[in-house]
């Protein structure tokens, strides 16, 4: 197993992208809206990813499914309302019946695990984050998320909790660059991290944002930093689920570091699985060989926690046409009963 979410480029895998998943066993896979043009399609991918994969485990299927402007199932008609105008709405049952109408989506694809909930704070920075979070309070986003992490969970599919440490207040995107933060350890746990700490119990995972906070780590962006992952998330606040970065082909970190570079860097800061999501044909031989040079005691800790990640997944079954189509029917008129907020301004994970 080479332990790495990998993004596919189709709706169908190339014969280089099956030579290449066969031979290094990626951990897992993640789904955008280029490899999602039709239901049925999409879940005949993901069985095949499932195929592909050697050993006892199936493979991590994960996809950005947020609601709101973040969806990759949009174009077959699932467009479920975001974070926010859920949170507006302020009705527990809204959150859950979102929550439920997501999974039975995911489900249907093959799906298993959603890089959500959000637990960022809201800000007016211009960051990738409008209309993405549960609020701008930290008690707000416990409560709402909360709700929307549970029930996902109660449906089989994993949850990941993001961006840790909290990037609410970044004022750029980091798609594009490296946000600076200032703050000590005890500084994000009184307000930013709240969110993270108090949900920590019951998240399979995490998700590292990319930030730069040189109080904690002024080398090092936080999906990098040993002093973060390792010192503060794990050995402080004693998390031991899987830990995943954020994509590492996003200009904060692809300005600075080849995937290779960053994944190693990552794998020893104490994450679990860097995110290569877009070219991974091109890079995953690499990335290979860096997870190579690692010392095997490193492995074998990661490794366990993946395997323990992987353990619990299952693959139900499909919906059939008639069940999708009633399916449908029922998401329209959901979403069309929640009003939408403002998602200014854009930012490229809305296209992916």
């Given at each position: 197993?080479?332990?790495?979410?990998?993004g596919?480029?189709?709706?169908?895998?190339?014969?280089?992208?099956?030579?290449?998943?066969?031979?290094?066993?990626?951990?897992?896979?993640?789904?955008?809206?280029?490899?999602?043009?039709?239901?049925?399609?999409?879940?005949?991918?993901?069985?095949?990813?499932?195929?592909?994969?050697?050993?006892?485990?199936?493979?991590?299927?994960?996809?950005?499914?947020?609601?709101?402007?973040?969806?990759?199932?949009?174009?077959?008609?699932?467009?479920?309302?975001?974070?926010?105008?859920?949170?507006?709405?302020?009705?527990?049952?809204?959150?859950?019946?979102?929550a439920?109408?997501?999974?039975?989506?995911?489900?249907?694809?093959?799906?298993?695990?959603n890089?959500?909930?959000?637990?960022?704070?809201?800000?007016?920075?211009?960051?990738?984050?409008?209309?993405?979070?549960?609020?701008?309070?930290?008690?707000?986003?416990?409560?709402?998320?909360?709700?929307?992490?549970?029930?996902?969970?109660?449906?089989?599919?994993?949850?990941?909790?993001?961006?840790?440490?909290?990037?609410?207040?970044?004022?750029?995107?980091?798609?594009?660059?490296?946000?600076?933060?200032?703050?000590?350890?005890?500084?994000?746990?009184?307000?930013?991290?709240?969110?993270?700490?108090?949900?920590?119990?019951?998240?399979?995972?995490?998700?590292?944002?990319h930030?730069?906070?040189?109080?904690?780590?002024?080398?090092?962006?936080?999906?990098?930093?040993?002093a973060?992952?390792?010192?503060?998330?794990?050995?402080?606040?004693?998390?031991?689920?899987?830990?995943?970065?954020d994509?590492?082909?996003?200009?904060?970190?692809?300005?600075?570091?080849?995937?290779?570079?960053?994944?190693?860097?990552?794998?020893?800061?104490?994450?679990?699985?860097?995110?290569?999501?877009?070219?991974?044909?091109?890079?995953?031989?690499?990335?290979?060989?860096?997870?190579?040079?690692?010392?095997?005691?490193?492995?074998?800790?990661?490794?366990?926690?993946?395997?323990?990640?992987?353990?619990?997944?299952?693959?139900?079954?499909?919906?059939?046409?008639?069940?999708?189509?009633?399916?449908?029917?029922?998401?329209?008129?959901?979403?069309?009963?929640?009003?939408?907020?403002?998602?200014?301004p854009?930012?490229?994970?809305?296209?992916?």
């Amino acid at each position: 197993m080479l332990p790495v979410i990998a993004g596919v480029e189709g709706c169908v895998l190339s014969e280089r992208e099956r030579e290449l998943f066969t031979r290094l066993q990626p951990a897992g896979y993640i789904l955008f809206t280029r490899n999602i043009a039709d239901y049925e399609f999409a879940r005949e991918l993901t069985d095949e990813l499932r195929r592909l994969t050697t050993g006892p485990d199936e493979p991590i299927i994960a996809i950005d499914q947020e609601g709101g402007r973040v969806v990759r199932t949009a174009e077959i008609g699932v467009a479920l309302p975001s974070a926010a105008a859920l949170a507006r709405a302020g009705s527990s049952h809204l959150i859950r019946q979102a929550a439920l109408y997501n999974a039975s989506c995911l489900h249907t694809l093959g799906v298993n695990t959603n890089f959500a909930p959000v637990l960022d704070l809201a800000s007016p920075h211009a960051n990738a984050l409008p209309s993405r979070c549960w609020g701008s309070g930290t008690q707000e986003v416990i409560s709402h998320a909360g709700v929307w992490n549970r029930t996902t969970l109660s449906r089989g599919i994993h949850t990941c909790g993001k961006h840790f440490p909290g990037m609410g207040a970044a004022e750029c995107d980091p798609h594009h660059d490296l946000p600076v933060l200032h703050g000590t350890r005890e500084s994000f746990l009184a307000e930013a991290a709240m969110p993270f700490t108090a949900l920590m119990p019951e998240l399979p995972s995490l998700m590292v944002a990319h930030l730069l906070i040189p109080e904690i780590d002024a080398t090092y962006p936080t999906s990098l930093s040993p002093a973060l992952v390792q010192g503060f998330l794990r050995d402080q606040l004693g998390y031991e689920g899987v830990v995943f970065t954020d994509d590492l082909c996003m200009g904060s970190i692809a300005k600075r570091y080849s995937p290779a570079e960053s994944a190693e860097l990552a794998w020893r800061a104490g994450c679990d699985l860097p995110l290569v999501c877009h070219g991974a044909v091109e890079y995953l031989s690499g990335v290979a060989a860096a997870y190579a040079n690692l010392p095997a005691a490193m492995k074998e800790a990661l490794e366990l926690r993946v395997e323990r990640f992987r353990l619990h997944i299952s693959t139900p079954r499909p919906m059939s046409f008639i069940e999708w189509n009633d399916y449908l029917k029922n998401v329209a008129a959901f979403t069309a009963s929640v009003a939408e907020v403002n998602a200014a301004p854009g930012s490229p994970v809305q296209g992916y």
